[in-house]
């Protein structure tokens, strides 16, 4: 029998495709456009925007009688155990690929924002805790191992990594994304789709693009962002991950930026993504964004002017279920409102990338190859490593920690006892288990509270609860003071509940009003500072809160952004000293809780200055955290003003050494000041970081190859361009602790870039006793012993 052109494996998947589409009708075209979400109930909370109202109960058998697109969310849904779930999409995948004529099965996609969102799955660090790392080495094996998570269990796309940069730190995600800065948000998210597509995922880039720039902080609030700040904060981390990382999927954003929402906008999803950036993948809708065209954007009439518009743009998929890109589609194609000739450029967009995933393969089978372990030993050992990296020390100023181990010790705070405190909005637990009350996690997650006994056993603990994290109920002060009073020293656990759309205080939909402390809690600290004991700090938190008016009342402060299953072990690591803090701030720490928006990428009237009775500097920058250990900066190369060309490169080095008695790890951060320029620019940004790991007396090389590329910003006409010029480079600890200056001139014309253009600052680390480090082949780091690269 004669094989079909599109079955044959050894023809170019663009020849197979195009074969398979002349066979296909436009009902079988459009179902490939679209996915279907089984178990989606219209009651309960729900887990999506306005999921009630979008959501709608379907006949199976009729969905998939022409071929299905996207399977949404298997395991994320309901709890099912792994196992058995596994099973369960195989038969479905097989149940799908039976009913329409060419055998074709779905591609079935799930979240994976902080681990894979399943029960019984581990659940990671949220994507802020790996900006505090500035590891993204370490995030690209976390990327890997949930990518074989994934695919171990039949899953074929993941809707991570949020690139989404802080420009408000009340708005309810910030716990999603990486930071406030869009190099370290590039950089780390990129890594993580490294690791996710090594493993065979799809990665999905999101959310595209300016979503986390909506007024006043609101979830899917409108867009006001000029064009320079989304050229050149919102763009750049997208632009990296498909250009480095090689992401194979894009989710348009919810909001509307000047009037044009992202899902119906084409010189976002069209002219800049795939005409300018040479993106080749699929554009998929944020859940019930399409049908959002007609009810919540009213920029169409129908469900067909929805379709339309969003085809036209660029969107090739609507997820979760379809409402516009099914019977409403086929009707206006066949009266003619919409082109027959967009939905073949979605479909085949969409088959080009089930032929890669090997979809349209005659040997093609659906059941997962190997044991399914979700929560392997592996995965909690990553998921510690990668805790312990994030918590950053941000105060200790008489030395309070480490803990003494036979202290007395008083464990005070709504988030000490509670498992859920150590988990973001789409883990899981936080996300689904709600609408299940009485199920178990799944996974094992110590408390606070628990892992500091077993790390002080010798401690004397013990705890009072205080208050609830949002209510105004303060019964339980009398006893948290009494606690405290009675102890050497008061560790005060305080922070956030993740949530979707207003039940938690961070994640999704929780949008604050302003950085205070949510609930009482602040009143429950100045209790407690009140006593006179000394008060560590500890903040499990989704966002950063305002801190100033304790600053100086508090013997130490441990910031933790959501640390994940092994975070309760990590953090108790840090307060008795098992583990050194190397954390950094991928966020700033404001002091007042008003004054919002700010981020640390301020133009000179963007900072403090007579013209404003406001001062928003913050009272911990970007980039700053403390260790138990020093370091010392020295040998630096680079003093004096050198000069080179518009096109030009520059190194910079320097030694750092361990001069503690304790192995620490430091974070070098390279950033750049332009004094003058064709338009206003941020006093600094970062263009580089290196995090090193060093022994005690041990120092190593670091150098910075810096291009003239990384000065780069959108000027006026809308071109992004190099001018010559006088620039600063200032190697520090943090936004604002600066150790090191280089001065630099950029000489010869204006250049304008292309996409081409360099995106990143390559290191070179290597033992101090060689000397002057040499640049490896590919620019990355060749040292002996791991280090993570900015």
Request: glycine share 12%; proline share 8%; hydrophobic share 40%.
């Amino acid at each position: 029998m004669t094989t079909a052109p599109w079955r044959d494996p050894a023809l170019p998947a663009a020849a197979r495709v195009d074969d398979l589409l002349s066979r296909m009708t436009l009902e079988e075209k459009t179902a490939q456009l679209y996915g279907v979400w089984v178990g989606a109930g219209t009651d309960g909370d729900g887990v999506a925007p306005l999921q009630r109202e979008m959501a709608a109960d379907r006949d199976w058998d009729e969905l998939i009688a022409h071929g299905l697109g996207q399977l949404t969310r298997s395991f994320g849904t309901a709890p099912v155990d792994p196992v058995s779930g596994a099973r369960a999409l195989a038969r479905a995948q097989r149940r799908i690929a039976a009913a329409n004529r060419f055998g074709i099965p779905a591609v079935a996609h799930e979240e994976c924002l902080a681990g894979f969102t399943a029960w019984g799955a581990t659940a990671y660090p949220v994507p802020l805790a790996w900006g505090a790392s500035f590891d993204p080495e370490l995030v690209a094996e976390l990327g890997r191992r949930i990518g074989h998570d994934l695919r171990s269990v039949g899953v074929h796309q993941g809707l991570a990594p949020v690139l989404d940069v802080v420009r408000d730190p009340r708005w309810g995600r910030v716990e999603e994304t990486i930071g406030e800065d869009p190099y370290l948000v590039g950089t780390i998210g990129t890594a993580y789709v490294r690791g996710l597509e090594s493993a065979g995922i799809v990665a999905t880039l999101k959310h595209f693009a300016g979503y986390a720039s909506s007024v006043g902080a609101r979830n899917l609030a409108p867009v006001r962002a000029g064009a320079r700040e989304f050229a050149d904060v919102v763009l750049p981390p997208f632009e990296m991950a498909l250009r480095e990382g090689g992401a194979r999927s894009v989710m348009a954003a919810y909001t509307e930026t000047d009037g044009v929402p992202a899902s119906a906008d084409p010189a976002l999803l069209t002219a800049l993504l795939r005409d300018e950036w040479g993106f080749t993948g699929t554009v998929v809708a944020d859940y019930f964004g399409i049908g959002f065209l007609r009810t919540q954007h009213r920029v169409a009439e129908d469900e067909a002017g929805a379709a339309r518009l969003a085809l036209a743009a660029g969107v090739d998929v609507e997820l979760p279920t379809l409402d516009c890109y099914g019977a409403p589609l086929v009707a206006a194609v066949r009266d003619g409102r919409v082109a027959a000739s967009l939905v073949d450029r979605a479909a085949r967009r969409v088959l080009l990338q089930k032929c890669a995933l090997g979809l349209l393969d005659a040997d093609w089978r659906p059941e997962p190859d190997g044991p399914v372990d979700l929560d392997s030993t592996g995965n909690r050992a990553l998921a510690r490593r990668l805790a312990q990296a994030s918590v950053v020390l941000l105060d200790n100023p008489g030395g309070l920690l480490p803990l003494p181990p036979r202290a007395r010790v008083a464990v005070v705070g709504p988030r000490a006892a509670d498992p859920l405190a150590m988990l973001g909005c789409y883990s899981f637990p936080a996300h689904v288990l709600p609408d299940h009350p009485g199920l178990p996690p799944g996974i094992a997650i110590p408390t606070l509270l628990d892992a500091l006994g077993a790390e002080l056993p010798d401690a004397e603990l013990t705890f009072a609860k205080g208050c609830g994290v949002s209510d105004a109920d303060t019964d339980g002060f009398g006893e948290a003071v009494a606690r405290a009073a009675e102890a050497d020293v008061c560790v005060a656990v305080l922070g956030d509940r993740a949530g979707l759309f207003g039940r938690g205080t961070s994640g999704e939909g929780c949008d604050a009003a302003d950085l205070r402390l949510p609930g009482v809690q602040g009143e429950l600290l100045d209790a407690l500072v009140a006593t006179g004991v000394p008060v560590v700090l500890v903040l499990l938190t989704g966002r950063p809160y305002a801190l100033g008016r304790r600053h100086g009342r508090l013997g130490a402060v441990v910031q933790a952004f959501f640390p994940g299953e092994e975070g309760g072990p990590a953090v108790a690591g840090v307060l008795s000293g098992r583990v050194n803090p190397s954390g950094r701030l991928p966020v700033s720490v404001p002091r007042e809780p008003g004054g919002q928006p700010w981020t640390y990428l301020q133009p000179p009237l963007g900072l403090a200055g007579e013209v404003s009775s406001l001062d928003p500097t913050p009272l911990y920058p970007f980039g700053h955290g403390r260790s138990y250990t020093a370091f010392t900066w020295t040998d630096f190369t680079g003093a004096g003003v050198t000069e080179t060309g518009t096109d030009g490169s520059y190194d910079l080095s320097l030694t750092v050494r361990n001069t503690g008695d304790r192995a620490g790890a430091e974070v070098v951060q390279l950033y750049l000041h332009d004094p003058v320029a064709s338009v206003t620019r941020p006093d600094v940004r970062l263009v580089g970081y290196q995090r090193v790991e060093l022994d005690p007396g041990e120092g190593r090389r670091v150098t910075f190859h810096f291009h003239a590329d990384l000065s780069s910003f959108t000027d006026r006409t809308g071109a992004r361009v190099v001018e010559p010029g006088a620039l600063e480079l200032r190697l520090a600890a943090s936004s604002t602790e600066v150790r090191h200056r280089a001065r630099l001139t950029l000489t010869g014309p204006v250049r304008v870039l292309g996409p081409d253009r360099r995106l990143r600052c390559g290191t070179t680390v290597a033992p101090a006793d060689r000397g002057r480090p040499s640049r490896s082949p590919d620019n990355e780091n060749t040292p002996p012993r791991r280090t993570g690269t900015g």
